[in-house]
């Protein structure tokens, strides 16, 4: 089974390396869980050539979608500087040095793909393709984690969380569902990662399809297969991503999946992904439908 979604390095960490040395570790720890291969998707914005290209973009962001609260000068302060904390902290790592080893590794027989996890820059979409664009990466998930300067899916973050208490569940479905579309759309991705993050802390509407329907209906157009990742198990939604309605609409639509851990760190790579691999298989997700990547093969779809 493949990985298409792991992490050196976890969340609260700042950024190192890698080391040849690193990517055996990983790579050994993922085979122990029966994973044959491992896609590396660290976050965009680990990286200083990230910092160079993109600023301080939080600067000139809206905090949260006007749509969403008619605005509060405090708490539109507090998440600018959340966000600028939270991505400074994150930094540490060379995106050369990380496509460089990652090389590296995959010359000398690791079983591994170089890819990035990429985040939504509202309006920064080309500086990001441009920069993603000028390494040989293999696959690219996109991800939604922020709506505005808001990290909606920030459960450690007391700010992030106080903030659904203010916003209507529908509104933020519907921010989210358009930044979704903004990336699958924008040409800069394989993969939507974990498609229906926005559900993570179980705020849901009665009836999420409408919402659905539009993502599934942008990932087609934009060429990308759809996560279908274990971490929603171990979070409070407890349910994997994308729910079981939106797994079927891709089916429908004739997308590919792509099977994911989200695992951070050596300890979590590769973990849920049998359960994962049961509950596709009940779901009808043949095994031919599974998206079937070997490496330097990023048409294999
Ligand atoms: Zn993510
Ligand atoms: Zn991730």
């Known amino acids: 089974m493949i990985d298409h979604h792991s992490h050196l390095w976890p969340h609260g960490t700042r950024a190192s390396g890698p080391t040849m040395a690193d990517l055996e570790r990983f790579c050994a720890a993922a085979a122990s869980r029966g994973i044959s291969r491992v896609v590396l998707t660290e976050h965009l914005f680990r990286f200083s050539e990230a910092q160079s290209a993109l600023g301080a973009f939080w600067e000139d962001s809206t905090p949260l979608p006007r749509e969403l609260y008619s605005g509060d000068a405090g708490l539109d302060k507090a998440l600018a500087d959340d966000m600028a904390s939270y991505w400074l902290s994150h930094q540490g790592a060379s995106l050369d040095r990380?496509?460089?080893?990652?090389?590296?590794?995959?010359?000398?027989?690791?079983?591994?793909?170089?890819?990035?996890?990429?985040?939504?820059?509202?309006?920064?979409?080309?500086k990001v393709a441009a920069l993603v664009s000028s390494y040989p990466i293999d696959l690219v998930v996109a991800s939604v984690h922020w709506l505005g300067l808001w990290r909606f899916d920030d459960l450690d973050s007391e700010l992030s969380m106080s903030v659904w208490d203010r916003v209507d569940v529908e509104g933020v479905w519907e921010a989210y569902t358009n930044a979704f579309c903004e990336m699958a759309r924008s040409g800069i991705?394989?993969?939507?990662?974990?498609?229906?993050?926005?559900?993570?802390?179980?705020?849901?509407?009665?009836?999420?399809?409408?919402?659905?329907?539009?993502?599934?209906?942008?990932?087609a157009e934009g060429g990308l297969a759809l996560e279908a990742s274990s971490a929603g198990w171990r979070k409070p939604i407890g349910e994997q991503y994308p729910a079981l309605g939106m797994i079927r609409l891709g089916l429908q639509s004739g997308l590919c999946f792509?099977?994911?851990?989200?695992?951070?760190?050596?300890?979590?790579?590769g973990?849920?992904?049998?359960?994962?691999?049961?509950?596709?298989?009940?779901?009808?997700?043949?095994?031919?439908?599974?998206?079937?990547?070997?490496?330097?093969d990023k048409d294999g779809k």
Request: aromatic share 6%; glycine share 12%.
């Open 98 to 126: 990380y496509v460089e080893v990652g090389l590296q590794a995959k010359a000398a027989g690791l079983p591994l793909l170089l890819g990035l996890e990429v985040d939504h820059y509202s309006g920064l979409v080309d």
């Open 189 to 219: 991705a394989d993969v939507a990662a974990h498609p229906d993050l926005v559900k993570v802390t179980g705020r849901v509407p009665p009836d999420p399809s409408p919402y659905w329907e539009r993502m599934v209906a942008a990932a």
């Open 258 to 269: 792509a099977t994911a851990s989200d695992g951070h760190g050596d300890a979590a790579v």
């Open 271 to 296: 973990e849920g992904m049998g359960r994962l691999k049961r509950f596709l298989q009940a779901a009808g997700v043949e095994r031919s439908a599974l998206f079937a990547i070997d490496a330097g």
